[in-house]
């Protein structure tokens, strides 16, 4: 979370800033500031709220080739002027913008900041401070800035300006990430490419714990020792409409409505000469090589796991445990004797899942990663990546990223299946492509869902999603859509476990949206729907055809039952979008949240 961007050069740099921190502001949203530097001095300008509140308090005639900003996401101190970043040093000599945590403030305050007065309740300012007290002990700047990295622990990404240096940009990163944009004449930093894809498309990769020098013609990585670093660089693959909402209203309607494409997308890039759907060899030896997979994920990722597990099992006989990844580092399991670690994440940056596999990895087990990002910190640390090809997903609300990667562990668990020689009685590659059809169907029926959302969740304080077997999985992915962005309490359940105890809070008009699409279990969820309208609540059965009755709400078209998550959620996805349209909450970015979780 947070979002930090910089540049030097001989262009005004508020401008470019600006617009890098509106496209970084998926990253958090509750406050932002600039600091520019010019032959004046350093001109800070910041504000609670988002970056258009921000660009209303930037002083237009100040001009300046060189600033750096920040977008937030409170962690220490409220969301406020005086904790929004960049936090500047005593003197205001040094100023900085910081993402990350650093663990170990309070006791650098104490034990080498006492006489120091602060401004702000973050845990940023103790950095900008050691600096400047480095610098007064007769330290370079630059080793001033090492010393200071040498005591912190925790996360951060740093962008500083020394206010008598109009030449330089420090720059350092630890386990949160960073990126040096490079362009002739100028260069830029970015917590996430697509913050200066407007400058540039050449980027140079920072690892933990390196320092880097920018100037505006050159780029210098070293380490903590000041050792130099060559790195080449790469081109960012993003295409700017990417990350453009186009006609659409909110990016999370552009997202919905791109699932279809996203699956056929997979289905192209993960298609051989065969045209079997497969995935590289050393990861399915891994896959072969294991005698259970534990998948780690948080969030939506962790309610694709669930299905993931369900393909990983049916097809291929391997055993799947699922875990929340915050739970799972300090609450490890018994692992078997041959674990394989797979890593599910939209961002590839969640800091929960990165805990998790710093800690197997030390333990010398291998890793999977499926993500949404190349180059991201979970797919770089991971022994063997399998990317989602979903395109930038920009909207805090997960949706494309969801069906990317349940489409991406079916081809995992087909290939597996395959390599062990079992017999599977359908053509994966067919399959999903009638999932994309009936993606289209769904994508189109944008007015019926409307008119769910209006007639079952204009008013009510709460909603419960039912489901048996898979469904129960969506539910789950269904509630924590609408909870996310309408702020309407919301719950998954299993259809038989209500009446264990959650049925005391069905009273008259309660919504419950149950999901219908298996046959094994249609007569179970029907019964627990008759359970829930004895008592009052207010039935939406979204069914697939083939298995639907009367009264059934929606009815989705027929796919195979083992990939209906990919289908049966759309409505829900549509459903919790139209809800928080009604409430007029803002949809691509709710309140509390941020889209890339990089903090413990
Ligand atoms: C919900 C949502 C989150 C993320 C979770 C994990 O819509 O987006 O629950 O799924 O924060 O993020 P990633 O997948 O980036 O690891």
């Known amino acids: 979370m947070c979002g930090i961007v910089g540049y030097i050069g001989e262009q005004d740099s508020k401008e470019i800033l600006l617009r890098g921190l509106e496209k970084l502001e998926y990253r958090g949203y509750d406050s932002a500031g600039i600091a520019v530097l010019n032959h004046n001095g350093v001109h800070v300008f910041k504000e609670k709220g988002r970056i258009a509140v921000l660009r209303e308090i930037v002083d237009a005639s100040v001009s300046a080739p060189i600033g750096i900003g ?13 904790n929004a970043h960049p936090h500047q040093s005593s003197t205001k000599r040094f100023t900085l913008v910081h993402n990350g945590v650093i663990e170990n403030y309070n006791h650098l305050k104490r034990d080498y900041l006492q006489s120091v007065h602060f401004e702000s309740e973050t845990d940023t300012e103790v950095i900008v401070q050691l600096i400047e007290q480095f610098v007064d002990k007769g330290l370079e700047v630059e080793s001033a800035f090492r010393e200071t990295l040498k005591l912190l622990k925790g996360s951060y990404a740093l962008g500083l300006l020394d206010n008598q240096d109009q030449d330089t940009i420090y720059v350092a990163k630890n386990k949160s990430p960073l990126l040096i944009g490079l362009g002739k ?39 903590l020792e000041g050792t130099v670093i060559e790195r080449a660089p790469y081109t960012a693959e993003l295409d700017a409409s990417d990350i453009e909402k186009g006609t659409y209203p909110h990016y999370m309607l552009k997202e919905i409505d791109e699932q279809p494409a996203v699956v ?32 780690i994920a948080a969030g939506t990722s962790y309610h694709a796991g669930l299905v993931g597990k369900q393909y990983i099992e049916k097809l291929a006989n391997v055993p799947v445990e699922v875990h929340i990844s915050s739970e799972f580092s300090y609450n490890m399991p ?73 489409a991406v562990l079916a081809i995992l668990a087909r290939d597996t299946a395959r390599a062990k020689g079992i017999d599977i009685d359908f053509d994966l590659s067919q399959e999903l492509g009638i999932v994309a059809s009936a993606m289209e169907t769904l994508v189109d029926a944008k007015e019926e869902m409307e008119q769910i959302a209006r007639d079952y969740l204009s008013t009510t304080r709460n909603c419960f999603f039912i489901g048996r077997g898979i469904d129960y999985y969506v539910g789950m992915e269904g509630a924590l859509k609408l909870k996310e962005i309408s702020y309407i309490q919301a719950e998954g359940f299993a259809g038989g476990e209500l009446k264990h105890g959650t049925i ?41 055809k083939g298995l639907n009755e ?21 409505p829900v996805q549509l459903i919790s979008y139209y809800a928080a349209l009604h409430r007029e909450c803002d949809v691509d970015k709710p309140r509390n949240l941020a889209k890339s979780v990089t903090v413990e």
């Open 185 to 223: 004449g100028f260069n830029v930093v970015a917590s996430d490419a697509m913050a200066m894809l407007q400058v540039t498309d050449q980027y140079v990769e920072l690892m933990d714990k390196e320092t880097v020098i920018v100037k505006k013609d050159s780029v210098t990585i070293k380490n």
């Open 264 to 295: 056929r997308k997979i289905i192209g890039n993960y298609r051989n000469e065969n045209g079997e759907l497969t995935v590289d060899s050393d990861i399915r030896q891994a896959m072969i090589g294991a005698d259970r997979i534990y998948i």
């Open 70 to 82: 920040h977008t937030r996401w409170a962690t220490h101190g409220v969301p406020s002027k005086v």
């Open 504 to 544: 005391a809070l069905i009273e008259d008009g309660t919504p419950i949206i149950a999901l219908a699409t298996q046959e094994n279990v249609n007569l179970g969820i029907r019964g627990n729907v008759k359970e829930v309208v004895a008592r009052g609540a207010n039935p939406c059965i979204i069914s697939m």
């Open 550 to 570: 009367e009264d059934d709400r929606y009815v989705i078209p027929t796919v195979h039952e083992l990939f209906t998550p990919l289908v049966s959620v759309i």
């Open 334 to 406: 018994l692992l078997s004797e041959k674990p394989l670690f797979i890593f599910i994440s939209q961002s590839g940056e969640t800091a929960d899942s990165r805990a998790v596999l710093v800690q197997i990895k030390e333990m010398g087990y291998k890793a999977l990663t499926i993500t949404n990002v190349q180059g991201s910190t979970l797919s770089r640390e991971a022994d063997y990546t399998l990317l989602l090809h979903a395109g930038p997903e920009i909207a805090v609300a997960s949706t494309k990223a969801y069906t990317a990667q349940i």
